[in-house]
């Protein structure tokens, strides 16, 4: 076989794979367009919101973050400067899942409303300025990656990064480095969900719509090709 096919089939492999497994998350996030927000879908992979205000005619006309996470692990926000500059109302949407054999289950979630007052109190004491420090430091080139990460990784264990409820996390490597951010699983339910449960459910819902059984992607096996971010 022509060396160009091998290396056309390997590539189509390796993004099928890549694409099978980003489906589960992708599947929860369909079905919360599909269902609450008239099938939207994202217009432009830069665009603020993946799903805009206008587009949420039905639960209050404000901006909404869908997303899918195993049960127990933080919830990623994205960039933490765009998520820092935030000032307005939206829905946090989250559906937990857990492995079960092939597949994966949905066992826990969340559908928050957050005002602009909640998300500062989630990022205090971190101000603009610390966030824009850290920001150069993560992508500060004249330093090697080793050194970079260890910069990093002192400065956030300290004042004020240590002292917010939602965290830095910092990718820095050879091919990026950014500043991206989440929140934990625990801190999630104690600030925005306080009188849930955060223990599985068997029927987990979204607005009182229990959340279906979606096809799963396969369990991540070491070696495997990853979808880009």
């Keep these: 076989m022509p060396a160009k096919i ?19 998350g992708l599947s ?6 599909d ?8 217009e432009q992979t830069t665009q603020k919101w993946d799903i805009p ?18 049960y127990g692990e933080p919830v990623l926000l994205g960039d933490a400067l765009r998520q820092f500059d935030i000032d307005e109302p939206f829905w946090l949407i989250v559906g937990f899942w857990r492995q079960k054999g092939g597949d994966k289950e949905f066992v826990q979630s969340v559908a928050a409303r957050i005002n602009p007052a909640q998300w500062r109190e989630l990022w205090a004491p971190i101000t603009r300025s610390d ?16 050194d970079v990460r260890r910069a990093v990784l002192r400065r956030k264990k300290q004042p004020p990064f240590s002292q ?3 965290q830095l996390n910092p990718k820095i490597d050879t091919r990026q480095r950014r500043l991206q951010c989440s929140i934990s ?20 819902e979204i607005f009182g719509r229990p959340i279906p059984d979606i096809p799963a992607s396969p369990r991540r096996t070491l070696g495997a090709p990853s979808a880009p971010n």
């Design 6 to 24: 091998i290396i056309c089939v390997l590539l189509l492999a390796s993004t099928a794979c890549a694409s099978e497994v980003q489906r589960h």
């Design 185 to 204: 699983y625990v801190r999630l339910f104690q600030k925005l969900a306080p009188e849930r449960s955060r223990k599985p459910v068997e029927h987990p």
């Design 35 to 42: 269902t609450f927000f008239d099938g939207y879908r994202v």
């Design 164 to 166: 917010a409820v939602i």
């Design 131 to 146: 966030l824009e420090e850290m920001d150069r430091l993560v992508k500060d080139t004249a330093k090697s990656v080793e």
């Design 53 to 70: 205000a206008a587009a949420n005619t039905r639960h209050g006309g404000i901006p909404v973050n869908p997303k899918a996470t195993q």
């Design 28 to 33: 929860f996030e369909q079905w919360v367009a």
